[in-house]
């Protein structure tokens, strides 16, 4: 929290590494999270085959994706990129995937606590480039989508780096057996340097908030020691 002259900010830091890229994620991890986020099986199989076919570089359509010729019929119509995603938010173009999905709702459970669904943005990122999850700041639905893991071994883990870092994916298995080889291969200890920065800016007695949404990879060599990846100052998520 940032006290200003005329009213405050509250900026919220994020590890980018800690999320799952979008472009080099395979189909089953995507899937996985959708499901781990409240996505049911039928709407996780569309986004996640419409998600691989935004993605490849050919017009076949997956079982249940969608190319350009879905999209064409639109009201507002448009091509699919058969390309990489550049941000996040492309993810609103693609088939079954609604702003509510995409930015979150929330809600409570029966019990009367509050809890968020969806928040894809949350959980997937363009912008790192090794397709493993940092341990020590992905979110719990990003390590429970890890095959061999579940949400109560990733609480475990979280549990662990709230004492201390992680130095090695080794201490995971040391603490926690039964965890197979195949999902250590997708865990990290990299040391990120790049984060996603929000800053909400308020006034007193004044409901109006303004959000500015950025996303900076630490760079000595660079004047300031740093480089804005990415800058958006839309208050549509609000």
């Known amino acids: 929290d940032l006290p200003l002259a005329r009213g405050g900010a509250r900026v919220q830091i994020s590890d980018e590494t800690g999320k799952m890229n979008v472009n080099l994620a395979p189909g089953y991890l995507l899937y996985n999270l959708l499901i781990m986020i409240g996505l049911d099986e039928r709407e996780a199989d569309m986004i996640t085959d419409s998600i691989e076919d935004w993605r490849d570089r050919d017009d076949l359509r997956r079982l249940n994706g969608a190319e350009s010729n879905y999209y064409q019929g639109l009201e507002e119509p448009y091509l699919a990129k058969n390309g990489l995603f550049?941000?996040?938010?492309?993810?609103?173009?693609?088939?079954?995937?609604?702003p509510e999905i995409y930015y979150g709702r929330k809600g409570t459970t029966k019990d009367g606590a509050q809890v968020e669904y969806y928040a894809l943005q949350k959980y997937l990122t363009t912008f790192t480039t090794i397709n493993r999850i940092n341990v020590n700041s992905a979110p719990l639905?990003?390590?429970?989508?890890?095959?061999?893991?579940?949400?109560?071994?990733?609480?475990?883990?979280?549990g662990m780096r709230q004492e201390q870092p992680i130095a090695n994916v080794s201490e995971i298995s040391e603490r926690i057996p039964g965890i197979p080889t195949e999902a250590t291969r997708l865990l990290s200890t990299v040391r990120s340097n790049v984060y996603t920065l929000?800053?909400?800016?308020?006034?007193?007695?004044?409901?109006?908030?303004?959000?500015?949404?950025?996303?900076?990879?630490?760079?000595?060599?660079?004047p300031k020691g740093y480089t804005v990846l990415y800058w958006n100052e839309s208050n549509i998520e609000l």
């Open 141 to 158: 639905p990003v390590l429970a989508a890890i095959p061999g893991l579940d949400f109560d071994v990733a609480a475990q883990i979280i």
């Open 198 to 222: 929000i800053s909400d800016g308020h006034l007193p007695d004044s409901e109006v908030v303004n959000r500015i949404r950025c996303v900076v990879q630490i760079l000595p060599t660079s």
């Open 86 to 98: 550049d941000v996040p938010e492309e993810l609103l173009l693609v088939q079954g995937i609604t």
